[in-house]
């Protein structure tokens, strides 16, 4: 049974003071999203999908923010779908927060629970529901995949967080840490999902800038989050997207550990055909 603290949203009405706390922030660069947003008077519903609840996190923004979606999604008992995913050239990586899901991916079937991640491949066959007597918090992330000649696209992945050995960054003796879902070393990938974490006072020390796009939600625990020219509180629930190029570093606060789930485009060449961004 696994000890990790996943957030799941609460829903329901804000109280009328959130007004004065609000910590939302959007600029070219990066946004925020705090947890106290993901609230039912701004949920969205997706065809083919029962009884679910969505919070769009990330969208693919007119050319120049982000090329990927981020939901999460509370889906009630008995809810989920047999037509989950409209487009067969997008990818999408899954990664439960709370309850039980039953997903069904290429003809396999596997109970999910808090910590499962599964990958499921374009144009891939998959359904989800909830079989749980409680409701169930999912991520869905999903982009276009991008193909390249004379690569197959991968296979899906299942696989519980629990399963990984967290890999310790260089220098920081264990207090950062990253878990892979997906093999750096698969060219055949385009997109990586990790849960990054950091024990109290561990650090990203430096300005990382590259081109990699970033969706990162906060599983747990609190930090200072260095985004372009700011340092911005975030706590779980939160949800930040970065545009590439956005300088990132972060300061973990504690008391307890300080975890994200972590979206970035990987090992792909850019398109230089693309046309001038859209400000
Ligand atoms: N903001 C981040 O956590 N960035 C990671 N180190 C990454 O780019 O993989």
């Given at each position: 049974m696994s000890s990790r603290v996943y957030h799941v949203p609460q829903g329901g009405l804000p109280p009328q003071t959130d007004l004065l706390g609000g910590r939302a922030v959007f600029t070219n660069a990066y946004a925020v999203i705090p947890s106290g947003v993901q609230r039912d008077i701004v949920v969205s519903h997706l065809p083919h999908w029962d009884d679910t609840r969505v919070w769009v996190l990330a969208r693919p923004l007119?050319?120049?923010?982000?090329?990927?979606?981020?939901?999460?999604?509370?889906?009630?008992?008995?809810?989920g779908s047999d037509m989950p995913e409209p487009d067969d050239d997008a990818e999408g990586a899954l990664f439960v927060a709370g309850g039980k899901l039953v997903l069904e991916v290429a003809?396999?079937?596997?109970?999910?629970?808090?910590?499962?991640?599964?990958?499921?491949?374009?144009?891939?066959?998959?359904?989800?529901?909830?079989?749980?007597?409680?409701?169930?918090?999912?991520?869905?992330?999903?982009?276009?995949?991008?193909?390249?000649?004379?690569?197959?696209?991968?296979?899906?992945?299942?696989?519980?967080?629990?399963?990984?050995?967290?890999?310790?960054?260089?220098?920081?003796?264990?207090?950062?840490?990253?878990?892979?879902?997906?093999?750096?070393?698969?060219?055949?990938?385009?997109?990586?999902?990790?849960?990054?974490?950091?024990e109290p006072g561990g650090t990203i020390p430096f300005e990382e800038t590259h081109v990699m796009e970033h969706g990162l939600y906060v599983l747990e625990g609190k930090a200072v989050y260095r985004l372009n020219r700011d340092w911005v509180e975030v706590e779980a629930g939160d949800y930040m997207w970065l545009r590439a190029f956005c300088p990132q570093a972060c300061y973990a606060g504690g008391p307890g550990r300080f975890r994200y789930l972590l979206y970035k485009d990987v090992n792909r060449h850019m398109n230089l055909r693309q046309g001038p961004p859209l400000i």
């Open positions: 007119s050319g120049f923010a982000e090329t990927f979606s981020h939901y999460l999604m509370d889906i009630a008992p008995g809810g003809g396999r079937e596997r109970e999910l629970r808090p910590g499962g991640f599964a990958y499921v491949p374009p144009g891939c066959v998959w359904r989800i529901r909830n079989r749980g007597p409680g409701p169930a918090q999912l991520h869905w992330i999903r982009k276009l995949y991008q193909r390249v000649p004379g690569l197959s696209a991968p296979e899906a992945i299942l696989t519980n967080e629990d399963s990984i050995e967290p890999v310790a960054m260089p220098g920081t003796e264990g207090r950062w840490a990253t878990t892979r879902f997906i093999d750096p070393a698969d060219m055949r990938h385009d997109m990586h999902i990790n849960v990054v974490t950091f």
